[in-house]
């Protein structure tokens, strides 16, 4: 088994700051990519950020600038530190894993339950 779970969303004032987590856990032999995602009310999932195992990262045009993703592959912990936040940054953020199990050689996609950032005064 194989779990990701996320904190950190919360209602924060337009301008503000939020720091997501994600950290993984259980049988895991190694974790490639990971990713933060998100989804609007209304609006299809879209990727906000993504980091290789080496730290190459990637993100997405509406957030560059402003988002910053990191990860710390001891605690196979993800994190998106959030500044300069905008209304339109509400959704619920979703992080991704690219995992290894222990007992396969194959690679699987995990995903977290979400977390729930909300920017509004």
């Known amino acids: 088994q194989v779990q990701l779970v996320e904190s950190g969303g919360d209602l924060v004032q337009p301008g503000g700051s939020l720091r997501l987590s994600c950290a993984a856990s259980?049988?895991?032999?190694?974790?490639?990519?990971m990713g933060w995602y998100r989804q609007a009310p209304g609006k299809q999932l879209e990727l906000v950020a993504a980091?290789?195992?080496?730290?190459?990262?990637n993100y997405a045009d509406f957030v560059k600038g402003r988002f910053t993703i990191s990860r710390d592959n001891a605690k196979n912990t993800v994190y998106l530190q959030m500044n300069s936040l905008k209304p339109e940054d509400t959704a619920v953020y979703y992080c991704?894993?690219?995992?290894?199990?222990?007992?396969?050689?194959?690679?699987?996609?995990?995903w977290g339950q979400g977390t729930q950032v909300t920017v509004s005064s």
């Open positions: 259980g049988s895991i032999f190694i974790i490639l990519d």
């Open positions: 991704n894993a690219d995992i290894i199990r222990i007992e396969s050689s194959s690679t699987y996609p995990y």
């Open positions: 980091i290789t195992r080496g730290g190459n990262t």
